[in-house]
């Protein structure tokens, strides 16, 4: 019996992997790097080699969404992230003070996620994963295996090949090779239509620092966890073990705030903030990490609702990446992963009726998400780009309705208990921004109580201000 073989073993390949194990399902991980995982939490924030993930030191905070999904499909995942030190962190903690309305509401366990750095999820995710299913590591993936087409023009993948001239046969070939994934110059070589695929640069550079409590407890995040000034960003997330980390992130193209690279200024900047500058006071457990250059590409194993190949799907990063700015991916790939266990259970035995359902499914769950992220980081790039330019306040086309409300919603829920809920949903992604639109009577009432009012800006320096700080 052939099985199935997941490609990459990174988080959402991992969780794939547990989650259709877990259905019964023959499953082997082939992953390229070689490192075992490590005996502990704390040798994996210290030592695990995991060169295949660029991002595996910077920082990762997962949604109550992806919580809630772990919790449904992979329980012991949360557990074993609980017991590696993650954060139980409450958003509803978020509640600016101004709302007095304080009374728990039925159902608000769901606001609360677990999380933890990189590493640390990682490791919680490969313990588990590999007491489910076949994982061997330092096997590189080259190419695909293919069989009898199932549909004229349309190669069907039986399995793959290995850099060391193995060929591993598969019933069903899982790509989650992440957002370098080879995947589109493996199928051009066996004469595939090339999948769909979009791709642009939003244009961010990100400066990190993590930190950890010289008291007892880590400090609380005053503000939002992401809070936008005119020309740049602050995020701040926590993590495990009391760890928390704050980030910068400006315009890739803003080389007058390139100085925030350097620990003196970064810190001068993120001190200057009001709600932030707390954030300063523990000790650094890293120096400042930078990246920039991430892309948000979307790739559809379909051209016109038609596969480009059987036997394979595509899940996580390989399938849809977006830019960190709000720590979307990994509770992306977990809709995929559960949605693509749900697929294999009903379709497994009929190639074209799975690819087909895989299809549908993330166009269902995941494309909403991947075209919301998208959206707003361009609007973002739009605001920082004014900032730049001195163009504070460009002539723009009055929003669609759904637009308009949305931007409500992040104006009203500020002063009322029910609308920061209802935001926190769609920030936490518990519901699609379509769905909690949707509710009778929600947008109008926050259309009403914005009263077309914009989001004030928060506590802290202009860009006048900074540039002055950074001469
Ligand atoms: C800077 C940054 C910060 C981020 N922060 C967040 C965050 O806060 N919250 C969040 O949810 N998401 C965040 N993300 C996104 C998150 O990192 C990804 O969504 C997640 O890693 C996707 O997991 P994956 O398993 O699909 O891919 P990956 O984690 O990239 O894993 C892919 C795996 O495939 C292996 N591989 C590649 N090629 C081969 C081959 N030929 N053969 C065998 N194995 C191979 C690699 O070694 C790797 O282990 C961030 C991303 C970046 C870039």
């Known amino acids: 019996m052939p099985g199935i073989v997941v490609l990459g073993g990174g988080v959402i390949g991992l969780a794939t992997a547990a989650m259709l194990a877990r259905q019964g399902h023959d499953v082997t991980v082939l992953e390229r790097d070689p490192q075992p995982v490590p005996g502990s939490p704390d040798e994996a924030v210290q030592d695990w080699d995991r060169r295949g993930v660029a991002q595996f030191r910077l920082p ?17 995942v949360t557990k074993a992230l609980t017991g590696a030190g993650a954060a139980s962190f409450d958003t509803l903690a978020l509640m600016p003070p101004v709302i007095t309305d304080r009374a728990p509401r039925e159902g608000d366990g769901k606001f609360v996620t677990v999380t933890g750095r990189r590493p640390v999820t990682e490791y919680a995710v490969a313990t588990v994963a590999e007491q489910a299913a076949g994982v061997r590591r330092g096997v590189h993936v080259t190419g695909l295996l293919t069989g009898t087409p199932v549909a004229p023009g349309v190669p069907d993948i039986t399995g ?6 193995q060929e591993i046969a598969a019933d069903l070939v899982i790509d989650a090779m992440g957002r370098r994934s080879p995947l589109p110059a493996w199928l051009a070589a066996i004469g595939a239509q090339s999948p769909e695929e979009e791709q642009e640069d939003s244009g961010f550079t990100y400066y990190t620092r993590y930190f950890r409590p010289v008291g007892a407890a880590p400090p609380p995040f005053r503000a939002g966890l992401l809070t936008h000034f005119d020309c740049f960003s602050l995020l701040t997330l926590p993590g495990d073990c009391g760890v928390w980390s704050v980030t910068i992130y400006i315009s890739s193209r803003d080389q007058a705030l390139k100085r925030l690279r350097e620990p003196g200024p970064w810190a001068a900047l993120v001190a200057s903030c009001p709600l932030h500058a707390h954030l300063l006071d523990g000790e650094p457990v890293t120096g400042l990490v930078a990246m920039s250059g991430i892309v948000d590409r979307y790739r559809r194993l379909a051209v016109d609702g038609t596969p480009v190949a059987t036997g394979i799907v595509a899940v996580g990063d390989s399938s849809m990446c977006t830019n960190p700015s709000l720590g979307r991916g990994i509770t ?9 266990a749900g697929v294999v259970r009903e379709q497994l035995g009929d190639p074209m009726a799975l690819a087909r359902a895989h299809d549908k499914m993330t166009q269902a769950t995941v494309t909403p998400w991947y075209r ?6 361009r609007a973002r790039r739009d605001q920082v780009n004014a900032s730049i330019s001195g163009d504070t306040s460009p002539a723009r086309p009055a929003p669609a309705r759904a637009q308009a409300a949305g931007q409500a919603l992040q104006v009203a829920a500020m002063a009322d208990a029910g609308l920061f809920r209802a935001l ?10 379509a769905e909690v639109l949707r509710r009778p009577g929600l947008a109008e009432r926050a259309l009403a109580a914005a009263d077309g009012q914009a989001l004030p800006a928060p506590p802290g320096p202009s860009r006048a201000e900074v540039l002055r700080m950074l001469a």
Do not use: C, F, N
Not at 160 to 165: F, K, M
Not at 332 to 340: D, E, K, R, S, V
Not at 372 to 377: A, E, N, R
Not at 424 to 433: D, N, Q, R, T, V
């Open 60 to 76: 990762h905070y997962l949604h109550p969404g992806g919580r809630l999904i772990l919790d449904e499909y992979l329980p012991e």
């Open 160 to 165: 793959v090949r290995t850099s060391d001239g």
């Open 424 to 433: 926190s949903e769609i920030i936490g992604m518990l519901a699609a921004p």
């Open 372 to 377: 919301h992220t998208v959206g707003l980081d």
């Open 332 to 340: 992306m790939g977990l809709m995929q992963a559960a949605g693509t």
